[in-house]
Nanobody, 128 residues
Framework: QVQLVESGGGFVQAGGSLRLSCVASGGTFGSAAMGWFRQAPGKAREFVGY????????YYADSVKGRFTISRDNAKNTLYLEMNSLKPEDTAGYYCAANLDRARWRYQYTDERRYDYWGQGTQVTVSS
């Protein structure tokens, strides 16, 4: 069983930066593809970004491309989301997710059904 714990959220003014962390335990983090999702109040959860197991491949939602960067340190079992040039519309709960079950590969990496483990989320609030 994999546990994921996010941290690093908080309040920031528009144009500012935050770095989120997601620490994994209880599983083989180094073999897991990872994703970041977010959910704003009253809205569906949406894809933010994806990292392959090695970090060699990363993909982003168009809304964050060029502003957000995903990285990972497999030695520390940690996934990061560096967020720059934050906008009020980035305000949401941010969740990391892990994909270990290959049966879920039939879903796209942008689809939350691809992921079998989820963290509890960390809140990011961007003021204008």
């Amino acid at each position: 069983q994999v546990q994921l714990v996010e941290s690093g959220g908080g309040f920031v003014q528009a144009g500012g930066s935050l770095r989120l962390s997601c620490v994994a335990s209880g599983g083989t983090f180094g073999s897991a593809a990872m994703g970041w999702f977010r959910q704003a109040p009253g809205k569906a959860r949406e894809f933010v970004g994806y990292s392959s197991w090695s970090g060699g491949a990363t993909y982003y939602a168009d809304s964050v491309k060029g502003r957000f960067t995903i990285s990972r340190d497999n030695a520390k079992n940690t996934l990061y989301l560096e967020m720059n040039s934050l906008k009020p519309e980035d305000t949401a709960g941010y969740y990391c997710a892990a994909n270990l079950d290959r049966a879920r590969w039939r879903y796209q990496y942008t689809d939350e059904r691809r992921y079998d483990y989820w963290g509890q989320g960390t809140q990011v609030t961007v003021s204008s």
